[in-house]
């Protein structure tokens, strides 16, 4: 006799046989125990998890001599009849290649009404019922429905939501779940002490991952493992990886320290070394969602065996890696892969689109949710507000300076006049004295340990400065539209010529205002806000009669509550008020 593969082989031949649906096994084995018999079953669940196998116990059960009986003998012609096939009374149909109605009235409802040649009951067994068609099941719905008490129907599928409520409402419904990982490995286990296979724990691991729920798919990746490796060797991880096309864990680790590291580069290599390897990038992205998963797991619930069955050193890789990443990394990171995995099924080349998919990953991480930059903000104003309380004295510097800034201060604003106070908290380092501009040579002699906040286009300067050092040069451009610079109470005002709207409109943009504010913070040790303006050019004579006009609106604007509440949640600054008819 040929090779008999592991999934026939080793196929159950009684209830207690069937691995990981205890549930259905017992229900249906007290059904033939008390005889509490239904005219249609119908079993549904993931291919290969025992939907045929039960259909042909039950059967054997049913007709069994000594039956029936949840323990078929097994010996006696009926249940080897059965077993091979060649009962004359349990016809099986595949129904994805008999969908016709034809098939239906030749093979079904012709026969229903003929006795059973030999044994109890005539049993159709219809496998993938849910491919029939329409009429195949408008014809089928009234045998089904009163069949003769000598006929019983078993139907098994895996899409239980194609079939019609007119059948599903005349059958009693058992649907089957996918297997465990580790109920699967440890069958596969004992599989391979009764047939003399050397293989580790881990290797076992891998391949019921590979089986994906199923018991048929992991036995058949066993067989696929052993033709590769032979059955002398000891078979380890790398085999299986190697024998199944796997990826293996070590790289999915690397392409995750990309991710952390927000290296793209690092990202567009590792799919180079796939393709150049012959991986399918599908595979890849589908392994790559069931490690983030592990990784999310251990986030949320840290390192549970039942949740994470996978090997120790797998275990301590994962413990590794989760810490460094929030839970909302890695819902965004699964997401954006399982969106990438759907796109990559219809795509003819994959390799672009995973390429892009990874370095828009890598930049993921530089992403910050709306709710933080809601929450800075609301902190940067409640900084600001802190910092308006009465300021220390003011030194002979400033009390100088306090009379040419007098005509400056007078100009409409809500906010009090007085310059910008300490910081309350400790202050972080000030910066260099060697890192002044070229312009405040004659200060940097003197060496202060923070730059004069009162000098404001000194200030101005050292903000292009910052943004270009910290590559920005789109703000530093924009900048140096700026005609003025000058402290308005707690606001640093920027003050853009009348043809410099774009650039106005740029700098104050949400981002930019809080880089600028977050740079002024560190160079003057105060929290500040940042104010643009687009100058104005009114007609002569009505100057101050406008600016009177609008400093009363202004003062109106920023006390009605609807503005001071958004204000506050915010953290919107009041940047220009228009006079009606404007």
């Known amino acids: 006799m040929g090779y008999q593969v592991i999934a026939r082989k080793w196929r159950p031949q009684r209830f207690e046989d069937v691995i990981g649906q205890g549930a259905i096994t017992r229900a249906l084995g007290n059904a ?53 096939g060649e009962s004359l009374d349990v016809l099986e149909i595949d129904a994805a290649s008999h969908t016709g109605v034809d098939n239906i009235r030749e093979v079904i409802i012709a026969t229903a009404g003929n006795r059973p040649a ?41 899409e239980l939501h194609k079939l019609p409520e007119t059948i599903l409402s005349r059958c009693q419904q058992y649907e089957f779940r996918a297997i465990g990982v580790e109920v699967i490995a440890d069958q596969l286990q004992r599989i391979a002490e009764a047939e003399r296979i050397q293989i ?42 190697e024998s199944l096309g796997l990826i293996g864990l070590d790289f999915l680790a690397e392409v995750v320290d990309a991710l952390d590291a927000a290296d793209p580069g690092a990202a567009t ?18 392994e790559l969602m069931a490690y983030l998963r592990h990784l999310l797991v251990a986030q949320v619930v840290g390192l549970d065996r039942e949740l994470l069955p996978v090997a120790d050193r797998e275990l301590a890789l994962i413990e590794r890696q989760c810490r460094r990443f929030t839970v909302a990394d890695l819902t965004r990171f699964f997401s954006l892969l399982a969106e990438l995995e ?8 994959a390799r672009a689109l995973v390429e892009v998919g990874l370095i828009k990953l890598t930049q993921l991480g530089r992403l910050k949710p709306l709710e933080d930059i809601l929450a800075r903000l ?8 802190a910092a308006r309380s009465p300021a220390p004295p003011a030194g002979p510097a400033s009390a100088a300076k306090a009379p040419a800034e007098a005509p400056a201060r007078s100009a409409p604003a809500a906010r009090p006049p007085a310059a910008p106070p300490s910081w309350p908290a400790e202050p972080p380092p000030a910066p260099p004295a060697e890192n002044l501009p070229p312009e405040d040579d004659a200060r940097k002699a003197n060496a202060p340990d923070a730059l004069d906040e009162t000098d404001a286009k000194a ?48 700098v104050a943009q949400p981002r930019e205002k809080l880089y600028l504010r977050e740079s002024l913070q560190r160079l003057t040790r105060k929290a500040a806000n940042i104010v643009t303006r687009l100058e104005r050019h ?16 202004r003062a109106e604007a920023e006390g009605h509550p609807a503005v001071q509440a958004i204000q506050k949640r915010f953290g919107a600054v009041l940047l220009e008020v228009k006079p009606p008819g404007d």
């Open 32 to 84: 033939l125990r008390t005889g509490r018999l239904h005219h249609a079953y119908l079993f549904a669940g993931p291919r290969g998890v025992g939907k045929t196998t039960c259909a042909r116990l039950f059967a054997r059960a049913l007709n069994c001599l000594a039956g029936p009986t949840p323990t078929p003998c097994g010996v006696c012609p009926s249940c080897q009849e059965i077993a091979s």
């Open 118 to 158: 030999r044994d109890r009951y005539k049993v159709f067994i219809i496998d993938e019922v849910h491919m029939l068609s329409t009429s195949a099941f408008n014809a089928l719905l009234k045998t089904l429905e009163e069949p003769p008490p000598h006929v019983i129907f078993v139907m098994a599928t895996t």
């Open 200 to 241: 580790s724990r881990s290797a076992l691991i891998q391949i019921a991952h590979a089986g994906r729920g199923s018991m048929r798919d992991a036995q058949s990746a066993l067989d696929q493992v052993l033709a590769f490796t032979g059955t002398d060797a000891v078979i380890g991880e790398s085999d299986v990886r």
């Open 269 to 286: 290599r590792h799919v180079q070394r796939l393709v150049q390897a012959g991986y399918d990038l599908r595979q890849f992205l589908r």
């Open 342 to 349: 759907t796109q990559a099924r219809v795509a003819e080349d």
């Open 378 to 385: 609301e902190a940067l104003l409640a900084d600001g507000r």
């Open 459 to 506: 200030l101005l300067r050292r903000l292009k400065a910052l943004a270009e050092q910290d590559r920005r040069p789109l703000l530093s451009v924009h900048l140096d539209a700026v005609v003025a610079a000058r402290w308005q109470g707690n606001d640093f005002e920027l003050v853009f010529g009348p043809a410099a709207q774009a650039a106005e409109q740029y």
């Open 538 to 553: 009114p007609t002569k004579g009505a100057v101050s009669e406008r600016e009177a006009r609008e400093a009363a609106l």
